[in-house]
């Protein structure tokens, strides 16, 4: 038994090890940087998902990058599915999660786990369900839904450039509210990105270590960017250059830490422009739709 924690806890640290040389690889890197986070987008749709979390999609970058659903070997021998000869496993970590009876605290900690993509096996799974994809049109609307909850508001001028695209202005005590200043002259594409960059700095304004920053707007870019490909938009407005990575991240681990709080601002930006998306829908059904009790047709 204590050899095979040894053996576990070794083969652990090997993948941890091998995600951190990962994400020295791509940092700096615009190209492979990108797709990283499309990696990141596709696995962390829900919580509990195999292959959720920074280091899992490290290490699916790694090794199978074009994989869209992971299979562990404990659900591909539930499900009586084979991998296709030649096939190998590819090796991630699964969260575990244990409460303990005396204090109630809940233990987390990452198994040693083989998987294989859909695309490896025999018999593909009951596919994951996909976002709902969205138009640009529905990212004006939450917009404009976020204007009348009095959130923020957006501003169409030329006093921005137009390399810069969008400026953001905290407004009152907390960021109770914000302005969003866009240039005048941006094509649809452009104004995409700059809408989702501004919104996102709104969203992480929120938390207590904001600061405006290198680092804050690359962490912006990077949510709306991943917003974006949640909702199958046109990327073609986010330009990434290499000058735009933030050199206070001087080390693999803070990298890693970067992925993560860009996979939970991201969550949350599009999370808050569902939650506007959903109140638009609620109000153009208007009353002549509600039942008795507060049901709908």
């Given at each position: ?75 591909r021998t539930e499900l009586g599915i084979y991998a296709k ?105 452009e104004f995409v990105a700059c809408a989702l960059k501004g919104i996102s700095h709104y969203i992480l304004s929120k ?91």
């Open positions: 038994m204590e050899a095979h924690k040894q053996s576990q806890q070794e083969i652990r640290e090997a993948l941890l090890g091998r995600a951190l040389e990962g994400f020295s690889l791509v940092w700096g890197k615009p190209s492979a940087f990108l797709k990283l986070l499309d990696i990141c987008e596709r696995f962390n749709r829900a919580p509990d998902t195999v292959g959720g979390g920074p280091v899992n999609a490290m290490l699916v970058y790694l090794q199978r990058p074009q994989a869209r659903q992971l299979v562990s070997n404990r659900q000869k030649g096939e190998h496993a590819l090796d991630i970590l699964i969260g575990m999660k244990r409460q303990d009876r005396n204090t109630g605290r809940t233990a987390v900690w990452y198994n040693p786990e083989k998987a294989f993509a859909a695309s490896q096996l025999e018999s593909a799974p009951e596919p994951e369900p996909e976002p709902p994809r969205r138009a640009w049109r529905d990212l004006v609307t939450a917009i404009g839904q976020g204007e009348s909850a009095d959130t923020y508001r957006t501003v169409v001028s030329g006093a921005v450039p137009r390399e810069m695209g969008v400026g953001f202005f905290p407004v009152g005590e907390g960021h109770a509210t914000a302005r969003i200043v866009f240039n005048g002259s941006l094509e649809r594409e938390e207590e270590r904001y600061a405006f920053g290198k680092e804050s707007s690359f962490t912006a870019f990077c949510c709306g960017y991943y917003v974006c490909r949640r909702w199958g938009l046109e990327t073609s407005g986010f330009s990434l250059g290499e000058r735009d990575f933030p050199e206070s991240v001087e080390n693999p681990g803070a990298v890693k830490e970067m992925v993560s709080g860009v996979i939970r601002a991201g969550n949350q930006v599009y999370a808050a422009l569902e939650k506007e998306l959903e109140r638009a829908a609620r109000e153009r059904a208007g009353p002549q739709n509600a039942l008795p009790g507060g049901g709908r047709r």
